[in-house]
């Protein structure tokens, strides 16, 4: 854990560990390396298959305005988290910053765009009104914590963009930012999609519909939960062809 000058950090940072020896102090020191020091790193590794219990209790203790979370085995781009975009957040006093990401391939030497993100503010109070991807995003912890936007200790796979689609739910204001943030790395042997992935998809938006059926009193409820049972039949379908098959 990292705090800048005695006081608290702008930022914290969480990084779940789990057999990624390999890669986890590039993804440290790519935090490291920012411009600026108002981060703190968090770095969660239980020693078992899925760290998302402490990824919790991590959460809910993390000090910074903004949470971040990034993949052991992934890094932050050069110059990402930098004083100019440390005062849009102050100023535009945003729930969520949004920006672009890259991805690498498997030697770490060539970048192509994962995701472009454009410039700009949304409202909040609905499910999924813009793209990007879940590790590219600055969540506001105060919005996170009094809308109980947690992961599920249980689900273990694929709970990332049911965790985005509920914080966008929760937000007021979104900024969108041009600038990359996140790099995806290409890691040789990672989890091909299984029908332990379509399961976790499943019951990641079962539990979305119910947290909105208990905390969805703002904004656009009905297209949130119409966009979640879309999801959860898609899921449902995949999950018969793959039982048949």
Known sequence: MKKAGGHMPFYSV????YNCEKYLMDAVESVRRQPIRDIEIIIVDDG???????ICDRLAGASGEYVLFLDADDVYAEDALDEKLSEECRRGRYDMIIC????SNVDRNRYGIDMKMHDGVFAGGQ?????GHF???LYSRQMLLA???????????NEDEAFKMKAMYAAVRIRTHSKPLYIYNTTPGSVRYTDR??????EAWIRTYQWL????????LDQAKAFVRQKIVSRQLLYAKLYVQ
Do not use: K, N, V
């Open 14 to 17: 969480i990084i779940p560990a």
């Open 48 to 54: 078992s298959t899925d760290s998302t219990g402490q």
């Open 100 to 103: 672009s990401s890259l991805t």
């Open 127 to 131: 499910a999924c009104p813009i793209s």
């Open 135 to 137: 590790a590219s995003c």
């Open 147 to 157: 809308h109980h936007i947690l992961f599920d200790e249980d689900i273990h796979l």
């Open 197 to 202: 992935h379509i399961y976790d998809f499943l």
């Open 213 to 220: 059926e208990e905390y969805g009193s703002m904004g656009r």
